[in-house]
């Protein structure tokens, strides 16, 4: 087995018994990276000195114990990271170098992680292809010439083609989830609160997570361990104590109450998605758990409140973005020409796009009718929520309508791309916690995923029931042919 | 719901975006139909449902108000595209012209 195909609980094993190296895990990563990322284009900037030099302190001796001690980790390029570019994976943050790590990049440091590189992302997290990037499009490691889904594809597609051992994402609407769907990965969204969103350059505050894509359920119950917990710099998240995620991995589900929503199972997705997805939650139920079917009544206008809230939100966000502080700027003829002038040109379309709907849904005279209509019905979507857990543990249902699709397919078509996100946004909106993980393949080899979705601060049940269905198929261990 | 042209222009101006002619054009017509996608939501009837806008219960959270080291100036302006004297160096916002004496 090749040391870049390790998962982090196999490489931890290794590294703490003296069989593997930090350097020589590192270098088998990089040398990786350099076979493979012309092709899958996961990165957009790589930190191979600072990995290595950082590699030979930990085998001189450094960070004993450490939970990722030697562990080569990747993060999406919308954290910021001290002295390294951080892009969002925009022209108008192409020379930005943060002065201070994101609080989850600094507890990836002091749990002992190699830090080796910063992935590709749809501009600003907004998009389900990474084809919204401003530098190029990552492509998916099971088929290259399909889109890695997005926003964190570059975080997926990193991890599925052995890339790095595992990575860090953040989820909006479902960018974890529906990339980690698409590229056969494991990947978590925590609840709203969980971690800390210090140094996440902001998309929309009320929904924006971070969370973790890894090869298997255990990793991301050991990252999720890692990052997750109260940030004096960040006023929301949560002071809630951080259970030992690894416990929940018993494997036993026997009696847990788990719920198949049926509006998730709608005309027009691939067949062989709700197959494998049923097929699963058959899986679940021979391993002693209660199927039963909940509803979740207003999961059509998911997808309408958020891409009038997400906007809204986004389109104060990005005002920070005028030329003046950091950034590209470009000179008008006055300080207001100049604002525009750098805006224009800083940004891309789907950007452009999102802010002008958001700064539509919040002037004078249509407030009451989008934006605030908006926030009513996300009450009602986090009530249908609050409902169906108060019958069952944890909800299961497809990540995505489809596998991965072409890129280019959807450039053109804001709406359809906005409904690969169809079974992803509603957690969001109701600020729970989802996991996606693979479930089978389609007829072209293409990765299925399937959501365990929890309450808030369920992270434990979540990952209790996908460790018990991981560990009785083999999906995750399959990888891809590149 | 088709968004005018017009309508276009004021949005683009109060978010401080330069548009081309033909990403105007574009954006009309795709703006038009998210936008006719959300009226959907007017079938419901929220009259009786508060709005949610954070899943926190959380209200003005506080820290203890203590001294420590701010992030050093030098570090905030070397991202600056212009600074000049320790601060960010912008175009003047009122103009050059100095303004007219004003007789009592």
């Known amino acids: 087995m090749n040391l870049y195909e390790l998962t982090i609980h196999e490489a931890r094993r290794l590294l703490d018994a003296g069989e593997v190296s930090a350097e020589e895990l590192t270098e088998a990563v990089l040398a990786r990276i350099l076979e493979v990322d012309n092709d899958v284009q996961a990165y957009i900037t790589l930190m191979p000195e600072e990995a290595l030099e950082q590699a030979r302190a930990i085998d001189a001796g450094g960070g004993s114990g450490a939970p990722l001690r ?96 595992g990575a860090l994402g953040t989820d909006t609407g479902g960018s974890v989830r529906q990339p980690a769907a698409l590229c056969g990965v494991v990947g978590l969204k925590p609840t709203y609160g969980r971690v800390s969103r210090y140094g996440l350059v902001a998309f929309a505050s009320s929904l924006d997570q971070v969370g973790v894509l890894t090869k298997d359920v255990t990793d991301a119950a050991i990252v999720l361990g890692v990052i997750a917990g109260h940030d004096p710099m960040d006023s929301t998240s949560v002071d809630a104590p951080v259970p030992d995620y690894t416990a929940a991995l018993t494997g036993d589900i026997r009696g847990m109450r788990v719920g198949v929503p049926k509006e998730y199972f709608i005309e027009g997705m691939q067949p062989e998605v709700e197959e494998a997805v049923r097929a699963a939650v058959d899986q679940l139920a021979d391993l002693g758990a209660e199927v039963v079917e909940v509803s979740l009544p207003h999961t059509d206008y998911a997808l309408p409140v958020y891409y009038l809230i997400a906007p809204a939100e986004a389109s104060a966000n ?124 389609d007829r072209q080899g293409l990765p299925i995923g399937m959501q365990v979705i929890g309450p808030a601060f369920g992270e434990e049940t979540v990952l209790r029931v996908a460790y018990a269905y991981e560990q009785a198929t083999e999906w995750h261990k399959r990888r891809c042919g590149l | ?68 080291p701010p992030t050093p100036r030098e570090d905030i302006l070397a991202n600056a595209p212009a600074a000049e004297e320790g601060c960010f160096l912008v175009q003047a916002v009122w103009g050059v012209e100095p303004e007219p004496e004003v007789e009592p």
């Not at chain 1, 943050?93 to 830090?115: K, Q, S």
């Not at chain 2, 004021?10 to 038009?32: D, G």
């Not at chain 2, 009226?39 to 203590?66: F, G, K, W, Y």
């Open chain 1, 70 to 165: 030697g562990i080569p980790l990747a993060v999406k390029d919308v954290l910021c990271t001290a002295g390294v570019p951080t892009t969002c994976g925009s022209r108008i943050l192409e020379n930005f170098i943060p002065p201070y790590d994101a609080t989850v990049v600094a507890r990836l440091r002091a749990a002992g992680a190699i830090i080796i590189g910063k992935t590709n992302t749809d501009e600003f997290a907004m998009g389900s292809s990474t084809e919204n990037s401003a530098f190029f499009p990552t492509h998916n490691p099971w088929d290259l010439s399909r889109v890695p889904g997005g926003s964190s594809g570059g975080s997926a597609a990193a991890v599925a083609a052995g890339e790095c051992l």
């Open chain 1, 318 to 441: 990005l005002a920070r973005y005028d030329g003046v502080r950091y950034g590209l700027r470009v000179q008008g003829t006055d300080l207001e020409e100049t604002y525009k002038a750098t805006r224009g040109r800083g940004f891309g379309p789907e950007v452009k796009r999102r802010i002008m709907l958001g700064t539509y849904a919040l002037s004078a005279g249509y407030y009451d009718a989008y934006y605030l209509k908006a926030q009513k019905v996300r009450t009602l979507i986090k009530q249908d929520f609050d409902r169906a857990f108060e019958q069952v543990d944890v909800i299961v249902a497809p990540t995505t309508p489809t596998t991965a699709f072409r890129l280019g397919e959807k450039v053109d078509d804001p709406l359809q791309m906005y409904l690969s996100d169809v079974f992803t946004l509603s957690m969001n909106l109701a600020g729970i916690c989802g996991l996606s993980l693979p479930c089978g393949f």
């Open chain 2, 1 to 68: 719901m088709r968004l005018t042209r017009e309508e276009v222009d004021h949005i683009a101006e109060l978010a401080k975006l330069a548009l081309t002619e033909e990403e105007k054009e574009r954006f009309a017509e795709q703006l038009s139909a998210v936008l006719e996608y959300a009226a959907r939501l007017q079938e419901l009837d929220t009259e009786a449902i508060p709005p949610t806008a954070t899943v926190l219960p959380l209200r003005n959270v506080m820290r203890p108000d203590e001294p420590r």
